[in-house]
Nanobody, 125 residues
Framework: QVQLVESGGGLVQAGGSLRLSCAASGRTFSTYTMAWFRQAPGEQRAFVARISSSGGSTFYTDSVKGRFTISRDNAKNAVYLEMNSLNSEDTAVYYC??????????????????WGQGTQVTVSS
């Protein structure tokens, strides 16, 4: 079992930055692929970024490439999402998730076994 708790969301002006954090419980954190998803009002939950268990491989959805950076610290059981150049389309609830799946399938929400409660990010224009 892995329990995930996100933090760091808030209100930011367009062009600004935020750093989301996800704290994980459990001794097996380093064996999980971790990801960030987001869900805007009226929309389905969408993949944002994922990082391999070792941290050596990352993958992003096209709309955030060059603006967002996912990272992890296995010693601290934490994963992060650095978000820069935010715009109104980034407004959503952001969720941290964990899976033992790797590769291309790790972009699909149903592949993830554990989820946090979400943190709201609102970008004002």
């Amino acid at each position: 079992q892995v329990q995930l708790v996100e933090s760091g969301g808030g209100l930011v002006q367009a062009g600004g930055s935020l750093r989301l954090s996800c704290a994980a419980s459990g001794r097996t954190f380093s064996t999980y692929t971790m990801a960030w998803f987001r869900q805007a009002p009226g929309e389905q939950r969408a993949f944002v970024a994922r990082i391999s268990s070792s941290g050596g491989s990352t993958f992003y959805t096209d709309s955030v490439k060059g603006r967002f950076t996912i990272s992890r610290d296995n010693a601290k059981n934490a994963v992060y999402l650095e978000m820069n150049s935010l715009n109104s389309e980034d407004t959503a609830v952001y969720y941290c998730a964990a899976t033992r799946v790797s590769g291309l399938m790790a972009t699909q929400a149903p592949r993830y076994d554990f989820w946090g409660q979400g943190t709201q990010v609102t970008v004002s224009s």
